[in-house]
């Protein structure tokens, strides 16, 4: 065997481990490259699949998210419908209202509106829970409430006075007290109301485009996620490499093939 | 030590200028009515109203109630109106037909409150409503205020609008 047989037999022992290397690099990534090609073709339609404006409605999602319902919450049950505040956010029954609160006062029901309570803020509501109008200290409304209640006419309860609207909620007048808070007992939701509530409350707070893209970088799964999508986009960058390599030097061994 | 401290008092105006209140409800209508304010009035959102707003606003009117006050000479308006991200909340006057006076009352958002200033809210003065539901003069705007500006004239825009609907249902 020749200098020469000997240098071919090494270099072509070479390009078999590193074909070898090249197979199970690949093998071991496949299913990464698979699954990142998929999340990203998608990220890249996400108007046209509508992702970014289509939210997740899957309980289990949201509670690998982290993302629970707000501490506060408060319960009033008016003509048989249950106003809950969750947060900031205002339910009637399953439907969310247009506003956001801080802390309510008192609902109450009055010339088919609902009539929602703060401490310096008063909500008219329709019936479909179109926002009428909101009051503030700035329209004429008393400050520092603690309720609401009817009495031919909506009254609001302060710390120390009440004031009652004749004309439609445009002015309030102070009045010698007459009415009385409702004890506001402690109520409980049905389960199925609970149910919708939260799904609701979480209707717009994950849309799918932020799963898919959580996915696609790995963060979903946590640090351990982005740091199995790093070392496999380094793998690639190896697999580009030794890729090369073996175009490479199949194209010398060629080469050399035709010019003997 | 100069940067520093121009660079602190921009932090400091930063601070100043957001969420303020310029003006309360009752001193704007005091300054437009004089000592005697007619009591609030209410005009409704209705279906026929709805498309004109719509096409004023980009979008529907917050409460489907608004409030005004007449004095037979002159209409007050108290609107709101989102510039990038909070309310603006300002006090429009029409008389004839034609903005007498816009004072912004509330201002929430952290960047735009030189709308807020004379130089800004006098162009309007006299301004009308034309048929396309466009103002009939120009109003120039302010760079790093152009939300602000123009939610400022969308609002002047459905003031005139609405007052419009109070004259022909007189």
């Given amino acids: 065997m020749t200098r020469h047989h000997r240098k071919h037999k090494k270099r072509k022992g070479h390009l078999f481990i590193l074909f070898q290397w090249h197979r199970r690099l690949g093998l071991s990534v496949a299913v990464i490259v698979v699954f990142l090609t998929i999340t990203g073709l998608l990220l890249n339609h996400t108007k046209n699949f509508q992702l970014d404006t289509t939210f997740v409605k899957n309980s289990l999602l949201y509670s690998w998210y982290g993302i ?94 009440q ?32 149910h919708q509530i939260r799904q609701q409350f979480f209707a717009q707070e994950l849309s799918w485009e932020r799963v898919l893209l959580d996915l696609h970088t790995g963060r979903f799964w946590g640090t351990a996620g982005v740091w199995i999508i790093d070392i496999s986009a380094g793998i690639f960058l190896l697999l580009a490499g030794s890729g090369f390599m073996i175009w490479w030097r199949k194209k010398r061994q060629r080469y050399h093939g035709k010019k003997k | 030590m100069r940067v520093v401290l121009l660079l602190l008092s921009l932090l400091y105006t930063d601070l100043v200028f ?71 909340t300002v006090g429009i006057v029409v008389k004839n037909s034609q903005i007498d006076k816009i ?41 790093g205020a152009t939300l602000s500006v123009r939610a400022v004239t969308k609002l002047a825009k459905l003031a005139l609008f609405l007052d419009q609907q109070l004259r022909e249902h007189e």
């Fill in chain 1, 68 to 161: 629970r319902l707000p501490e506060k919450q408060h319960y009033f049950k008016v003509r048989n419908h249950y106003i809950s505040q969750v947060g900031e956010a205002v339910f009637l029954d399953a439907q969310r209202f247009p506003v956001s609160v801080t802390e309510i006062k008192g609902v109450a029901w009055y010339q088919d509106m609902w009539l929602i309570v703060e401490k310096d803020q008063l909500y008219l509501l329709d019936k479909e829970g179109n926002l009428i109008e909101k009051l503030s200290k700035n329209s004429g409304l008393p400050a520092n409430i603690i309720g609401i209640t009817i009495r031919d006419y909506p009254i609001l309860v302060t710390q120390n006075s």
């Fill in chain 1, 163 to 194: 004031f009652i609207s004749k004309d439609d909620f445009i002015s309030w007048e102070r009045q010698a007290p007459i009415a009385t808070l409702s004890n506001t007992a402690t109520i409980t939701l049905p389960t199925s109301l609970q």
């Fill in chain 2, 18 to 88: 957001s969420s303020s209140v310029y003006l309360s409800n009752e001193d704007f209508l005091k300054q437009t009515f004089s000592s005697h304010i007619p009591k609030a009035k209410v005009l409704w959102q209705t279906k026929s109203l709805k498309p004109s707003i719509k096409k004023i606003l980009g979008h529907l009117y917050e409460s489907l109630r608004i409030r005004y006050w007449d004095d037979g000479k002159k209409t007050a308006w108290i609107l709101e109106e989102i510039g990038k991200e909070k309310m603006i």
């Fill in chain 2, 103 to 143: 004072t912004i009352l509330v201002f929430r958002e952290s960047r735009g409150w030189e709308i807020r200033h004379r130089f800004f809210t006098q162009q309007f003065y006299q301004a009308q409503l034309q048929p396309d539901l466009q103002l009939s003069k120009p109003i120039d705007g302010i760079s």
